[in-house]
T-cell receptor, first 109, second 113 residues
Framework: RKEVEQDPGPFNVPEGATVAFNCTYS??????FFWYRQDCRKEPKLLMS???SGNEDGRFTAQLNRASQYISLLIRDSKLSDSATYLC??????????FGTGTRLKVLA | EADIYQTPRYLVIGTGKKITLECSQT?????MYWYQQDPGMELHLIHY???????EKGDLSSESTVSRIRTEHFPLTLESARPSHTSQYLC????????????FGEGSWLTVV
C-alpha cells in the first residue's frame, strides 16, 4: 500500500461545477499536509496548506480528518483555468515529504 | 514567487556523457531537495540536504551525486548518462523558519540519446 493515495482521475467537470478530491495517508504520525497544483510539464506550486480546523482560500477549501487519515480539497465554481493535476503532500519527520500521484482535473467549457 | 533557479531547463545529450544540473536559491533556505518525475507520474526524492556539507540519498535509488558547498547552491551530477536517466529533475528548497512549505524550481528536462 502506498503511503499517500489519490484517485488519479481524470475528473471531467463542467465550468461552474463543484468538485472534491480526497487523499488518504498511512502514517498516523504525519504532521503537515498540503495541496499543490501542477500544470502539464511544469513544476508543482503550493495551492494551500491544510490545517486541522479546515481552511478556505477563495473557491478552495481544504480539510483534514486525522481519525480517518485523509485530507480533502473542494473547488467551488470551477473555472477552465483550474484544469491541472492536484497533488496531495504529507509530511512526516524532518524531511519526509510524500507526494501523491496526483488527481487530474479537466474543467470543460 | 519562489526564488529558486535551475539550469539548463532542457538538455539533450549522448549516452556516456557527464552532466551537471544546477540549482540555486536566493531565499537562504537551509534544506534543499532533488526530485525525479517522469511525465504523468509521481515525484520521487533522489537526494536531500539539511545544510552545507550535508547530503543524503532519498527514497529512489539514483546513480547521480550531489554536493552542498554553499547554502544557495545544490548541483546534481550524472557521471555517465544513460537513456534510463531521461526524465524531469526538480530542485526544491524550504526553511523551517518559514514553515514546512517546499518551493520548486522550474525543472530540468533531460533526454539521453
Amino acid at each position: 500500500r502506498k503511503e499517500v493515495e489519490q484517485d488519479p482521475g481524470p475528473f471531467n467537470v463542467p465550468e461552474g461545477a463543484t468538485v472534491a478530491f480526497n487523499c488518504t495517508y498511512s502514517n498516523s504520525a504525519s504532521q503537515s499536509f498540503f495541496w499543490y497544483r501542477q500544470d502539464c510539464r511544469k513544476e508543482p506550486k503550493l495551492l494551500m496548506s491544510v490545517y486541522s480546523s479546515g481552511n478556505e482560500d477563495g473557491r478552495f477549501t481544504a480539510q483534514l480528518n486525522r481519525a480517518s487519515q485523509y485530507i480533502s480539497l473542494l473547488i467551488r465554481d470551477s473555472k477552465l483555468s483550474d484544469s491541472a493535476t492536484y497533488l496531495c503532500v504529507v509530511v512526516s519527520g524532518t524531511y519526509k515529504y510524500i507526494f501523491g500521484t496526483g488527481t487530474r482535473l479537466k474543467v470543460l467549457a | 514567487e519562489a526564488d529558486i533557479y535551475q539550469t539548463p531547463r532542457y538538455l539533450v545529450i549522448g549516452t556516456g556523457k557527464k552532466i551537471t544540473l544546477e540549482c540555486s536559491q536566493t531565499m537562504g533556505h537551509d534544506k534543499m531537495y532533488w526530485y525525479q518525475q517522469d511525465p504523468g507520474m509521481e515525484l520521487h526524492l533522489i537526494h536531500y540536504s539539511y545544510g552545507v556539507n550535508s547530503t543524503e540519498k532519498g527514497d529512489l535509488s539514483s546513480e547521480s551525486t550531489v554536493s552542498r558547498i554553499r547554502t544557495e547552491h545544490f548541483p546534481l551530477t550524472l557521471e555517465s548518462a544513460r537513456p534510463s536517466h531521461t526524465s524531469q529533475y526538480l530542485c526544491a528548497s524550504r526553511n523551517d523558519r518559514a514553515g514546512n512549505t517546499i518551493y520548486f524550481g522550474e525543472g530540468s528536462w533531460l533526454t539521453v540519446v
